[in-house]
């Protein structure tokens, strides 16, 4: 019967089987219930807690066993809070089996308690100077798998001289090197290579290659963080990447992976080349572009082997070359293979090539050498829009389509985008949502086409159509009156629907209050047949929209003074004018008011047809009129203006940006008091708190301005409970932005709502759309949300966008206000010309406003390499051979505009002696030849 | 790599390997998200998923699922032959490995995923030095239990006993005869 009762334990046990732990893993499996597993669970632990309180002695094998049975237990989701004495004990065993199983045991069950790490610690030491390679092996996986910041205080300085000693075992070298890695993730300031830099490099030369493929992952890691100290690994791997490829399948041994040799190890020296530009040196880019073309031809051979291992292993090293050409974007040659390598990929029978060449082809469309190449499988991937199984793989489709998408194919892109909607997965409709608003604007030529495809969209997917999407569609209605009666006659017949979504009735009562007069001629459309057809949908729409249907009543009343009465008798029911809403209540009271005792002349003026919004009206204009704008008024007055009704059309909904805040006035106030980075005055009694806010370093808003100018993507914001990580693109006048919040505690984060203003006249320059990923307003202890940001580029700025950050931590508020690192320089397209053409325009751009001048001296080293990487980080083509002479730079680039481009040359002359730069730019705009100026003043 | 799971299709979890520190609160969390998706996922469908700002890739073996989170900038071909390579480790120190074996030697399979990768990243890829140290070890044993027989396995074949590197075409017994 105890046989039966067992028959689900394996014939063979390996090693040194533990017949005691078999039996236990045995019991449990056989437990018919989770009641009867707890029960089992619990009467093992007693068991195991007598006999470590008992007074004999255990010996090491029985001390391993219940370790291991503990660690069981662990793992199977039970809470363990004992034993680790136990195991700590096993590690100084000289017994293998006992101090592997100590280690797994600590690894896994990650202990606070400093006693025992000090414990642990002395046992590392222990077997780290032991020279025996396998506890030295044991006593680095420990370190690596726990990674925590007192390990690494203890080892980081150690480690590295193991890595690169001269009698250090092969085995203990590739431990060491990830060991090392895993410590540079967790404590980046405590690992520092300096010395050993160059020694590490040369690890790629290394003759074991299981010793470099270990090595080059802490090499990768290192390169992103200083690559200037690592440089001379482009070179060593290079020639490596090029011994590999050039290999026959069979002369690496044991590294040829199903007819492939070395994937793993070549996959990570293209992953390594990505940290870099193009090698400078002719020689060794001969030899790599030699390597990409081998690894593209490869594709084209048949297969050495059936086995999808075969085909894998071989298309992982193929899509990270083209990655690294994509990354370089400077051989038209190859990116032209590359997409048309991906476009056979396309139609390929295996569901994962087809998702990663759409993922990969996303890349290759933004650049121009590929753009057009990319386009023409546009057929191919509607088709894949359109009948791919595999949600994950239509998403990939559809970024594709909207990476593709120029003034040429926009409305067969957009066309096929909407009619997906309609079927599309819940989970990604927002995304798709915003993506077909982006693309309908920024392509419209004909705004009745624009005018359809909101209307579409609203139609289709009204959940999923953001307030900023539909403020959108009515701020280019008013703005241009060719396409003011389209849309009215459109919104009036898209209200006929019996069920017609909120936002559709929220667009109707705006553009029919506005311009229901340019389709009342028709008997079909009558102001009062206008009027029945809205006043239909009131009694179904929440609050707001309601407040924004009264607003288009009164404006029916000046428009069409037929429906006055109608309207009158409305506005005085009961309903209206006792409403338990006091915004309701207010609005109708006023309204009747406005409407009974104003004359014609008043009610048309003060209910005039609004005028246009100021985002398309040149900046010059724009400036003229700030004084009267919103920006310049105080709080005190905006509330005021409310008030007294100079917003008709319902307070909040009118605005373009500011009204993604939920209380303006509030949000403006906050802008107001003090500097913008500000973490929230600490509640009283909390501790974490206080620590918190005294800790904070809080660097001017400007200091992180400066970190972002040259580069896209780093940390924003690190205080000890959040982090901030940023990674951003962009492309002509748009960008997007991904934001990371980390929490970086245990505890949650809850009411967790984040807020991006545009003060002042940003907000006529910048739009921004935004949206979360994720949609909880709470952050889980040690996770991390994302949040993308669309911007787009109306015209030349200065200023930053404000992101506002409010969560409660234990109850207390957080609140803190940072600038978002969108500088104008982001919309940078790099031109490159000659010497001639440059200095010919340089001339052209000779109005004094049109130069702005900076003297400075440097604040870092004047290092050449430096200094290019940080002009190619600006977005400008860095001009070689135009200066006459050789000691300076310039740039040339167009900064990409809504409402025009802005060519801009820039001219770096440093001098060494006098360690001073002088910096010139000159650009067709006054305004951005001095902005650059300041952003770049700052940099070197 | 941030992290690889592996379970069943019943949703038990058999292995758990951490390449980033995290809460057990949030691991739990993670995985029942993570199983619940995967399970959810129809045969032939893509191994690759977007998850949270994570990739995900993952391959069915048998009654066992190996899933591994990757970063923005990682390989999706290459993270499925590490699975592989893995699989093919434990296959051949198991001998023909099953669910069953990593059930009962789990502290097997962490040493030898140990040995093969570490901090998430490729250690050593030769499958014959992988081995090579995972056997060392074997021989350092202080009792030397040869592979000892435990009570005899009953004749009833589940899931458990599949081997989970099983080459042979599925489904052929199924296709019609002409």
Same mark, same amino acid.
């Given at each position: ?28 499996? +056989? ?62 065993? +000289? ?483 006792? +409403? ?300 070689? +051979? ?59 | ?26 691991? =739990? ?62 296959? =051949? ?86």
């Amino acid at each position: 019967e105890e046989a039966e009762k067992r028959a689900n334990m394996p014939a063979v046990s390996k090693g040194d089987g533990m017949r005691g732990l078999a039996v236990f893993i045995s019991d449990i499996r +056989n437990c018919k219930s989770k009641e009867a597993e707890i029960k089992r669970i619990n009467k093992e632990l007693a068991n195991i807690r007598s006999k470590f309180k008992g007074d004999k002695a255990l010996d090491g094998y029985s001390k391993k066993k219940y370790v291991c049975k503990l660690l069981f237990i662990f793992l199977l989701g039970h809470d363990i809070d004992f034993g680790h004495m136990e195991a700590v004990n096993l590690l100084s065993s +000289n017994k293998y089996t006992e101090k592997q199983i100590g280690y797994l045991f600590i690894s896994v069950l990650v202990n606070s308690n400093s006693e025992l790490i000090r414990l642990i610690n002395n046992a590392i030491k222990n077997d780290l100077s032991s020279r025996n390679p396998t506890f030295m092996c044991l006593a680095l996986h420990c370190i690596a798998n726990v990674g925590s910041r007192e390990m690494a205080e203890a080892f980081a300085g150690e480690i590295p001289r193991i890595l690169v000693a001269g009698d250090t075992m092969d085995s203990v070298k590739q431990s060491a090197a990830l060991c090392l890695l895993r410590l540079y993730k967790t404590s980046p300031d405590l690992v520092l290579m300096g010395e050993w830099t160059s020694r590490v490099v040369h690890l790629l030369n290394d003759q074991h290659m299981g010793v470099v493929t270990a090595a080059i992952s802490l090499i990768t890691c290192l390169s992103q963080k200083n690559p200037d100290e690592f440089k001379t690994c482009v070179s060593l791997a290079v020639s490596r990447l090029s011994r590999i490829v050039s290999s026959a399948s069979t002369d690496l041994q044991d590294y040829t992976y199903y007819f492939v040799p070395a994937p793993w190890l070549s996959c990570k020296l293209l992953r390594l080349l990505q940290c870099y530009p193009p090698p400078e040196d002719g020689a060794v880019k001969g030899r790599l572009v030699e390597c990409l073309e081998t690894i593209l031809n490869k594709a084209q051979e048949p297969p050495k082997s059936k086995k999808v291992q075969h085909s894998n292993a071989k298309n992982a090293i193929l899509f990270e070359a083209i990655s690294l050409i994509i990354h370089y974007d400077s051989e038209p040659n190859l990116l032209v293979r590359a997409c048309n390598q991906l476009g056979q990929f396309l139609q390929h029978r295996e569901t994962n090539l087809r998702y990663l060449a759409l993922e990969s082809m996303c890349t290759l469309a933004s650049s121009e050498f590929s753009h057009e190449a990319v386009k023409t499988h546009i057929e191919t991937v509607i088709n894949a829009l359109k009948t791919e199984r595999d949600v994950s793989v239509r998403q990939r489709a559809a970024d594709l389509l909207y990476a593709m998408c120029d003034r040429s194919n926009a409305k067969q892109i957009v066309a096929e985008m909407l009619s997906y909607l309609e079927t599309a997965d819940y989970s990604i409709r927002e995304e798709m949502v915003l993506k077909v608003a982006i693309l309908a604007e920024k392509y419209a030529v004909d705004y009745s086409w624009y005018v359809d495809t909101i209307l579409n969209l609203i139609r289709i997917a009204g959940d999923y159509v953001s307030e900023e999407v539909w403020y959108r569609v009515i701020q280019i209605v008013i703005n241009r009156d060719d396409v003011q009666g389209y849309a009215a006659k459109t919104v009036f017949e898209a209200l006929q629907a019996p069920a017609c979504h909120e936002n559709m009735v929220k667009v109707g009562g705006y553009i029919l209050g506005e311009f229901g007069n340019l389709i009342a001629g028709d008997p079909r459309s009558s102001p009062l047949v206008q009027f029945n057809l809205l006043h239909s949908k009131f009694h179904l729409c929440s609050v707001p929209t309601r407040a924004l249907l009264l607003s288009a009543y009164i404006k029916f009343i000046n428009l069409f003074p037929e429906t006055k009465s109608t309207i009158q008798e409305v506005l005085r029911s009961d309903s209206q004018i006792r +409403n338990s809403d006091v915004e309701l209540q207010q609005r109708a009271v006023e309204y009747l008011k406005l409407s009974s005792i104003a004359s014609t002349d008043v009610l048309a003026t003060v209910l005039e047809e609004m005028p246009p919004f100021p985002e398309r009206e040149s900046s010059i204009l724009a400036k003229l009129k700030k004084k009267k704008g919103p920006g310049a008024v105080s709080v005190n007055e905006l509330e005021e203006g409310k008030r007294e009704g100079g917003e008709l059309n319902g307070g909040g909904e009118r605005g373009g940006d500011s009204s993604s805040t939920p209380s303006p006035s509030a949000d403006l106030l906050g802008l107001r008091a003090g500097p913008p980075v500000t973490a929230a005055a600490p509640s009283a009694g909390s501790l974490l708190v206080d620590v918190f806010s005294e800790a904070v370093k809080q660097p001017s808003p400007t200091a992180f301005l400066r970190l972002f100018v040259c580069k896209n993507n780093g940390v924003l914001f690190e205080n000890q409970l959040l982090q901030i990580g940023i990674k951003s693109e962009y492309r002509q006048n748009l960008g997007r932005m991904y934001l990371f919040y980390g929490n970086k505690t245990s505890v949650q984060f809850v009411t967790f709502t984040t807020t991006v203003t545009c003060p002042g006249e940003l907000q006529s320059h910048i739009l921004h759309i935004h949206t979360w990923n994720s949609l909880e307003p709470l952050i889980e202890g040690g996770a991390q949300v994302q949040q993308v940001i669309n911007i787009e580029c109306l015209t030349d700025f200065s200023d930053a966008p404000l992101l506002n950050i409010k969560f409660r931590y234990g109850g207390a508020l957080q609140n803190l206000t940072l600038k978002l690192p969108v500088t104008i320089n982001k919309f940078f397209q790099p031109t490159e010309m000659a010497s001639h053409d440059f200095f010919q325009r340089w001339k052209q751009l000779s109005l004094p406003q049109q130069e702005a001048q900076k003297i400075f001296k440097a604040n870092h080293a004047m290092d050449t390499e430096v200094l290019k990487a940080k002009l190619l980080g600006l977005g400008m083509a860095l001009l070689e +051979n135009v200066d006459p002479n050789p000691e300076n730079f310039v740039c040339a680039g167009v900064i990409q505009t809504k409402a025009q481009q802005v060519g801009s040359l820039l001219r770096l002359e440093p001098n060494a002696q006098a360690q001073m730069y002088r910096l010139t730019v000159r650009s067709s705009k006054d305004t951005v030849s001095k902005r650059l100026c300041e952003l770049l003043a700052e940099q070197f | 790599m941030q992290f690889m799971l592996l379970f069943s299709r019943q949703g038990k979890l058999r292995l758990q390997k951490w390449y980033v520190p995290l809460s057990d609160k949030e691991k =739990k969390k993670i995985t029942r998200e993570l199983v619940q998706t995967v399970l959810a996922r129809k045969p032939k469908m893509c191994s690759f998923l977007e998850w949270r700002d994570l990739k995900i890739v993952y391959k069915r073996y048998a009654s066992l699922y190996f899933c591994c989170a990757i970063e923005d900038q990682d390989n999706e071909l290459i993270t499925l032959e590490i699975i592989h390579r893995y699989v093919e480790l434990l296959d =051949k120190y198991f001998g023909s490995v099953c669910e069953l074996d990593i059930i009962f030697n789990f502290e097997k399979a962490y040493f030898i995923l140990d040995e093969f990768l570490l901090g998430g990243e490729a250690q050593e890829t030769s499958k014959k030095n992988v081995l090579k140290a995972i056997e060392q070890a074997d021989l350092l044993q202080e009792v030397r239990h040869m592979k000892q027989r435990l009570p005899a396995a009953s004749s009833r074949r589940s899931d458990l006993h599949k081997p989970l590197r099983d080459d042979r075409p599925k489904h052929t017994h199924t296709q019609p005869d002409h």
